[in-house]
């Protein structure tokens, strides 16, 4: 990821997202990969990212109550999620390459 942000090839496509994304901000964890002639997209399955941390990650003027918040949701996700295999919470799809992908 960081490479691709570094070279100008990392795209954010806010209107990407689909059932099981959180929609309010729209898409926030779909992701997609493209290497040779393939595309990997993976989103992450409904549950593992708790609507609050959307939200509140989303919001603008927070108050320092609601940055104190959404600082210690972020440990808590981690928490959460790094113990699991990657299948448990990524439904990842790999494809031919979409002509359109940078």
């Given at each position: 990821m960081t490479r691709a942000l570094t070279d100008g090839r990392l795209t954010?496509?806010?209107?990407t997202g689909g059932r099981g994304v959180i929609s309010a901000p729209r898409?926030?964890?779909?992701?997609?990969?493209?290497?040779?002639?393939?595309t990997a997209k993976a989103t992450i399955k409904p549950?593992?990212?708790?609507?609050?941390?959307?939200m509140l990650g989303a919001k603008?003027?927070?108050s320092p109550g609601e940055v104190a918040r959404h600082e210690a949701l972020?440990?808590?996700?981690a928490n959460r999620l790094l113990p699991l295999p990657a299948e448990e919470i990524y439904d990842v799809r790999v494809q031919p390459k979409e002509l359109s992908f940078k």
């Open positions: 954010v496509d806010r209107s898409g926030p964890y779909v992701f997609r990969f493209g290497y040779r002639d393939r549950g593992h990212v708790r609507e609050e941390f959307v603008k003027d927070k972020k440990p808590e996700m």
